[in-house]
């Protein structure tokens, strides 16, 4: 019942705060058929300060992980570990904590940003400072509970001041999102801004590209605005919202009724 009751409370808040008309609840129900305990996984926060070599070097993990399995489970806790060992680029030196990313084991969706910010530095977490409010809101607005879906980003230590992270550092901490992508299996993936659209596909030009259909490694892949630019630029909050339409499209989910 305290769930039900947050969700139609964030809903009542998408009206003043991310300009969408909505109304009705969202599903009450998960979206895939497993426990809560196997829906949420967030990952362990390990520090060492001398990783095993096998593991010190984002380019080894790739090789270093088991050969997808369907336990993606286990392949997350591998990789989570293994990024919290990891000194591949500088953003290791100031870091507090790793932010490997956190939710279902076996999402339909995956969310991918740019990297960590102070909040989810000190957290370890993705997507729990403002903006990370408005993407739950805009996760209830599609029907569905952050639970249902895996938040991640491009590199996962914080960078310096927030500053967009540089192509080395992303060249280095690439490989774990993709084990992470390959574990996870996501019918649709939505990238988050500019810095996943460059990263995972290789495209610049958010503003003309956001809603058009991409495609990572077979999966249907759609860019939309990252939550921070819809914060500071409230008239790109109607063609977000457009965005995440399509990802329930191809989700074949229904938009839920205004
Ligand atoms: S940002 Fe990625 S590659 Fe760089 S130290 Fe952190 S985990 Fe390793």
Redesign the pocket.
């Given at each position: 019942m305290g769930e039900l009751l947050d969700n139609l409370k964030q809903l009542v808040d998408l009206d003043r705060t991310f300009g969408i008309e909505f109304q009705g609840k969202p599903a009450p129900t998960p979206l895939l058929p497993v426990s809560k305990a196997l829906l949420t996984h967030v990952a362990p926060v390990r520090q060492s300060v001398s990783p095993p070599a096998a593991l010190s070097s984002?380019p080894r993990l790739a090789a270093s992980l088991p050969a997808a399995s369907g336990l993606a489970a286990a392949d997350l806790d591998a990789i989570a570990a293994a990024?919290a060992r990891?000194?591949?680029?500088g953003?290791?030196s100031g870091?507090t904590k790793?932010v490997p990313g956190e939710g279902a084991t076996s999402p339909e969706l995956v969310f991918i940003g740019e990297g960590p910010g102070a909040d989810e530095d000190a957290s370890g977490r993705p997507f729990v400072g403002a903006a990370g409010q408005l993407l739950d809101k805009m996760i209830v607005a599609m029907g569905l509970q952050r639970s249902d879906v895996f938040i991640c980003n491009v590199?996962?230590?914080r960078p310096p001041s927030n500053r967009a992270p540089e192509p080395d550092?992303i060249a280095?901490?690439l490989p774990?999102l993709e084990a992470q992508l390959d574990a996870l299996k996501p019918k649709v993936i939505c990238l988050l801004g500019a810095t996943p659209l460059k990263a995972l596909l290789g495209l610049s030009g958010i503003t003309r590209i956001h809603g058009q259909r991409q495609e990572w490694r077979g999966i249907p892949t759609i860019p939309t605005f990252h939550p921070a630019y819809l914060l500071r630029n409230t008239e790109a909050k109607k063609p977000a919202w457009d965005d995440l339409k399509i990802v329930l499209s191809l989700l074949g989910r229904e938009t839920p009724k205004r």
């Open positions: 984002a990024v990891c000194t591949a680029c953003l290791c870091r790793t590199v996962k230590c550092e280095s901490c774990y």
